[in-house]
């Protein structure tokens, strides 16, 4: 079945550093990619998505590009600020079924200090 | 904003109490999902809805649980006889589908379920 690997956390930098999540995937399809994020006492909310190979989806500073010969979405920001501080999950959802439900990984805490 | 909203937030039960919970999508959105999402982990995927047809129910869905949504509006989700192992956050998700494109899933707040 589908399946999303990221990297475990938790992940603290201080502010203005780089930043990279990993995330891999298996999947059965060509699916679609995306990475949400989970601030504090929050719901889950859409970060930046992509539908295809190549494809860069970017939001808010963060990027992430599909690459599908290493089957990887890795997250990306040049300058993490404290309000980046939450927890980011990457899923994917395979356009070949009908239902695009979302697979989720375990999600990595973020952390930025001052 | 009208946004996708959950009801309660909180929930605390005894071992063996049946519990419902409430979704209130965003009210054009045709699709709802269910999810499950315990401490430690990212949300794993329960059930969905097109309208109010009940299209697809994960292996996790066990035979205490049943989530219905009576037309195609709010949705609920029940769970009889819980033990200990339901404690979770329990998310609930809608968009509006259409052929062939991948239409955003946007989260209510979820639930929290404690079973002592």
């Known amino acids: 079945g589908d399946s999303v690997t990221q990297m475990e956390g938790p992940v603290t930098l201080s502010e203005e550093a780089f930043l990279t999540i990993n995330c891999t995937y298996t999947?059965?399809?060509?699916?679609?990619l995306f990475w949400y994020v989970q601030y504090p006492g929050e719901g889950l909310q859409l970060l930046l998505k992509?539908?295809?190979?190549?494809d860069k989806g970017s939001n808010k500073g963060f990027e992430a590009t599909y690459r599908k010969e290493t089957t990887s979405f890795h997250l990306e920001k040049g300058s993490v600020q404290v309000s980046d501080s939450a927890v980011y999950f990457c899923a994917l959802s395979d356009r070949g079924g009908s239902n695009y439900k979302l697979t989720f990984g375990k999600g990595t805490l973020l952390t930025v200090n001052p | 904003d009208t946004g996708v909203s959950q009801d309660p937030r909180h929930k605390i039960t005894k071992r063996g109490q049946n519990v419902t919970f409430r979704c209130d999508p965003i009210?054009?959105?045709?699709?709802l999902y269910w999810y499950r999402q315990t401490l430690g982990q990212g949300p794993e995927f329960l059930t969905y809805f097109q309208n109010e047809a009940q299209l697809e129910k994960s292996r996790l869905l066990s035979d205490r649980f049943s989530a219905e949504r009576p037309k195609g509006s709010f949705s609920t989700l029940e769970i009889q006889r819980t033990e200990q192992g339901d404690s979770a956050m329990y998310l609930c998700?809608?968009?509006?589908?259409?052929?062939?494109?991948?239409?955003?899933?946007?989260f209510g707040p979820g639930t929290r379920l404690t079973v002592l």
């Open positions: 998700a809608s968009s509006l589908a259409s052929s062939g494109s991948y239409n955003e899933q946007f």
């Open positions: 992509a539908t295809k190979a190549d």
């Open positions: 999947a059965t399809g060509y699916p679609s």
């Open positions: 009210s054009e959105h045709n699709r």
